[in-house]
């Protein structure tokens, strides 16, 4: 901030130009001044590690710069598996999460914003979206779990022993089902607001017009709603993979997905001297959720341009 | 059911006649239709006309059959549709805003109803453009709404309404959303097309200016019924009921004492009109032109106000008692009125309509 | 809509409720069935009563319960003007400062947490291990819902206007800020720091991967136990978070009907 500003470049908040590059420069600190303790705050907490991150992926153990962790996992069929798994696992109870957690939301909708039902749905999303992964584990494992209720109801009544098998709940189909739990209030939260965007008008022409149920939805309503739902999908996908609490709850022998071999990593719980490949995982991670987030924020700009 | 001598006139035109008869509609204590009878000749545009909470929509909508009353029959072309769903009706409709789908272009829009009836695709095309050329955008067929101005999307809307041919068309309060001086030329405009498609035509709205100048017929609404249907002019100079004369065109409520079928204003004698009270203290509803003002020295009513409107001006007066009356004048008469002039005031007028003093509205 | 679609509609929405929405509860229920076994089939409170008996517990939930309160607080003071100030004086800072706000979306708690290490080092030392420490990547954690929050009740308020007109009245900037703004984000803001609580109850990666004893962490390790207690604690912490958000929605409700005036035209 040496060279004072030229007036086509002065910030738009700031008035209009008078006096020398002295007042000019006031101008800009009085301006931008009162937001430095947010991005000084930021960039330690959120910035620096991250360029710790990414610059560790790319060094060896003694600190030189180096290609070998990112060999390591690219190379290594553990991490590759696991970053298959990882994707499965996201895809899998995303889908699953968003047309359920769509239909519900479509369910709540109906009765208006100001619905009862609606309200409540609203609320209890917000609390199972943050319900974090190690209460979430415990609650499976109190339904489906060895001594789980409905395990024992099933025993009784039925005969069927749900804990026969008793390894799945741990694995990986256990582990859809519970993530796709968690999802279900997610997509509910991220996906009303775009039913809150359908217009009654929109459904009385298509009726005037001589529609059905289905011809609206499937000319009018889906078409609208696809890039939000897409985008929703996006979103889930990335709070999926992100997820580190429930596996690490859940999975008690082996890291088969990536975040739970990042904590592994982390631990050094396996030979030391590998913290690194542990960086160059999470680089993995930062790629695939930024890549999705990207798509995401393209899907609601376009979404957003045909409601203006 | 017979139609009423008024309205076979229009029997020249295409176009079916509709009838609604005996309509109820209530909402918990609230009732929105309260015993509606209403009928519509062929190629007639009626308009509904009523504040806020009157009814007129939601009887546009029973018919529409987006709403089902809860008593009463709805007959069109002579069949009784009280029963059939809303997608079986074969009628258009134009909403107040944002009907058109944001995910078509303009010609996608106009060519939906068409779809849905199983016409392919070249038919479709053509028969798009045409109505796109009936409302003057052709150019902007590839548009979508967002892309379109209001009254722009408002004329595809129509486009839309009238490309299924429909046997009744239904006008929601379509010009309310737009600004004054695009309202104004679409009006104009939505009664060309519907003078030249002659399609029946129903037409709801607060407005009472543009009900005046777009009806063959007005019918004034007041809490679920039918206060008063009539053409324009019938309606303005000889009102059936109070909430009629207050509601339509301005009016000024003036004291006097009802006698022997007339009322003494201004120290003139005017008969009264039908339904009028006829005896006692009254207040009698006087149209602003019907005010005459002349400058006259020493004069017991004087100016407070002279507004400019263009064509005419709004001459506010007040009397002894400090009532307050307006009148209209020409500019060049109002050039005598400032402020302050005191003046003699007298009503002009080939009858009147008068009211109990102390009560409004509903007789 | 007839009366026989209006129906038919209904019959599929509270179907997709019951079985949807009993998914969702069916763990709940499981929960609280589990955590009041007592012997022989009976029920017994014996589970929870255990939790106010666990030392580790009970240090554990006034622990997260401090984090979260100061969590909150913290995020409150740093995001609150900064939004503000953008809104009124910076506005081609409102980018900038969504996209920050939003990025630990894309840096997951997984991945920051390796990153944070060397600094946690040297705030751990410097406190000696004092678990306070963790409100500061908590509100990183947690800015993407904050702002989500604050900034849909900026743009409610249209906060410019009402700035520009304490101004013109003669209002200092913190008069404004305190007196005119903040009294109109009441909503809002409960709603940022309500999910801040509802987060740091939750969270458990980070503390746990930099070795702090937390409510999850010591709900995790309660586990391999004593599951009586643990998923009797999990419930409570989520009836308790329930009850916060229930509340505040609540009250948002209320405060919003207050101010819309009720619309005839629907009627007509």
Redesign the interface.
């Known amino acids: 901030m040496t060279a004072s500003t030229p007036a086509s470049e002065q910030p738009p908040g700031a008035g209009p130009a008078h006096g020398g590059a002295g007042s000019q420069r006031r101008r800009w600190t009085g301006t931008y001044l009162p937001l430095v303790p947010f991005f000084a705050y930021v960039s330690l907490f959120l910035l620096l590690p991250t360029f710790i991150v990414l610059v560790g992926a790319f060094q060896s153990a003694d600190g030189s710069p180096s290609l070998e962790n990112i060999g390591t996992v690219l190379s290594g069929p553990r991490f590759l598996q696991a970053f298959g798994r990882s994707v499965q696992l996201s895809l899998v109870s995303a889908l699953a999460g968003a047309i359920l957690g769509g239909l519900l939301a479509w369910a709540v909708s109906v009765g208006g914003p100001g619905g009862r039902l609606r309200q409540i749905a609203v609320a209890a999303s917000g609390v199972l979206a943050q319900f974090g992964g190690v209460m979430l584990a415990f609650a499976f494992l109190a339904t489906f779990g060895i001594t789980g209720t409905v395990t024992i109801l099933l025993k009784n009544s039925v005969g069927f022993d749900l804990a026969a098998d008793s390894r799945w709940l741990y694995g990986m189909t256990g582990l859809t089902i519970v993530y796709t739990y968690f999802q279900i209030p997610l997509m509910v939260i991220v996906f009303l607001p775009a039913l809150d965007g359908l217009r009654q008008e929109w459904w009385e022409a298509s009726t005037s017009l001589g529609g059905s149920s289905w011809s609206y939805w499937r000319h009018v309503g889906g078409p609208i709603l696809a890039p939000s739902f897409l985008g929703a999908v996006l979103l889930l996908f990335a709070n999926a993979f992100s997820a580190y609490a429930t596996a690490a709850a859940l999975v008690s022998q082996g890291s088969p997905i990536v975040p739970l071999q990042i904590g592994e990593a982390m631990s050094g719980e396996v030979v030391l001297g590998q913290a690194n490949v542990g960086k160059a995982l999470a680089l993995g991670m930062i790629i695939v959720v930024a890549v999705v987030m990207t798509l995401y924020a393209l899907l609601q700009r376009r979404a957003s341009r045909w409601l203006r | 059911m017979s139609l009423s001598p008024a309205v076979s006139a229009h029997e020249g035109r295409s176009g079916v006649s509709v009838q609604l008869a005996g309509l109820h509609r209530h909402?918990g204590p609230?009732h929105?239709l309260d015993g509606l009878d209403l009928e519509i000749a062929p190629g007639e545009l009626v308009a509904l006309l009523?504040?806020?909470?009157?009814?007129?929509?939601?009887a546009l909508r029973a018919l529409?059959?987006?709403d089902?009353p809860d008593a009463g029959r709805i007959v069109v072309d002579g069949r009784d549709i009280t029963e059939v769903?809303?997608?079986?009706?074969?009628?258009?409709?134009v909403?107040q805003?944002?009907?058109?789908?944001?995910?078509?272009t303009a010609r996608d829009n106009v060519a939906?109803?068409l779809?849905?009836?199983g016409m392919d695709g070249q038919a479709r095309r053509r028969r798009a453009d045409e109505m796109l050329e009936l409302v003057g955008l052709l150019a902007q067929g590839t548009r979508?709404p967002?892309q379109l101005s209001g009254g722009q999307q408002q004329r595809i809307?129509l486009a839309?309404?009238l490309a299924?041919e429909p046997k009744v068309l239904?006008l929601d309060e379509p010009l309310s959303a737009l600004d004054a001086k695009v309202r104004r030329q679409l009006r104009d405009e939505i009664r060309r097309i519907q003078i030249s498609v002659g399609t029946t035509t129903l037409f709801v709205t607060?407005d009472q200016e543009e009900a005046l100048a777009l009806g063959d017929r007005v019918g004034v609404m007041s809490s679920g019924r039918l206060e008063q249907i009539a053409a324009p002019t019938e309606l303005y100079e000889r009102p059936r009921t109070a909430f009629v004369a207050e509601f339509v065109g301005l009016t000024n409520k003036i004291r006097g004492v009802a006698q022997g079928g007339a009322v003494e204003v201004f120290g003139t004698r005017l008969p009264l009109l039908d339904g009028s009270a006829t005896s006692g203290p009254v207040f009698a509803l006087v149209r602003p032109e019907a005010v005459r003002l002349t400058p006259e020295e020493g004069a017991a009513a004087r100016v407070l106000a002279v507004s400019f409107l263009g064509s005419v001006c709004r001459v506010q007066v007040e009397l002894p008692g400090r009532e307050l009356v307006g009148a209209q004048t020409s500019p060049e008469d109002a050039m005598q009125l400032s402020p302050g002039t005191a003046v003699r005031v007298e009503v002009q007028a080939a009858g009147i309509f008068a009211v109990e003093d102390g009560g409004t509205a509903r007789p | 809509m007839t009366t026989r679609g209006r129906l038919r509609r209904s019959v599929a929405r509270w179907t997709i409720v019951v079985v949807v929405g009993g998914y969702l509860l069916l763990p709940l229920v499981a929960m609280a069935e589990f955590s009041t076994r007592g012997d022989f089939g009976s029920r017994s409170l014996d589970a929870w009563i255990a939790i106010a008996e666990d030392p580790n517990l009970v240090e554990a939930i006034i622990t997260t319960l401090s984090i979260a309160a100061l969590t909150a607080v913290g995020m409150l003071v740093l995001l609150v003007p900064t939004i503000t100030w953008t809104y009124l004086r910076a506005p081609r800072m409102k980018r900038p400062v969504e996209f920050l706000c939003l990025l630990p979306i894309a840096i997951p708690a997984i991945v920051l947490v390796v990153g944070i290490v060397p600094i946690y080092s040297i705030l751990t030392r410097a406190t000696r291990g004092n678990p306070l420490v963790l409100v500061f990547i908590d509100i990183i954690l947690v800015l993407p819902y904050a702002h989500r929050a604050i900034d849909a009740g900026l743009r409610s308020i249209d906060v410019a206007t009402l700035a520009e007109a304490a101004r013109s009245l003669g209002a200092g900037w913190p008069r404004v800020m305190f007196q005119v703004i903040a009294p109109n984000l009441r909503g809002a803001i409960l709603s940022a720091a309500v999910i801040s609580v509802a987060l740091v109850l939750g969270e458990f990666t980070i503390s746990s991967l930099l070795n702090y004893d937390t409510l999850q962490v010591v709900i995790n390790l309660l586990g391999k136990r004593d599951s009586f207690v643990s998923v009797a604690v999990s419930l409570a912490a989520l009836l308790f978070a329930f009850l916060l958000i229930f509340g505040i929605t609540a009250v948002a409700g209320g405060q919003r009907r207050q101010v819309e005036e009720p619309i005839e035209e629907g009627v007509a």
């Open positions: 909402y609230v929105a009523g504040p806020s909470g009157c009814g007129k929509t939601t529409a059959g987006l089902t769903p809303a997608n079986h009706r074969d009628m258009g409709m909403f805003a944002y009907s058109l789908f944001p995910n078509m939906y109803g779809r849905l009836r979508y967002y809307a839309r309404a299924i239904l607060h």
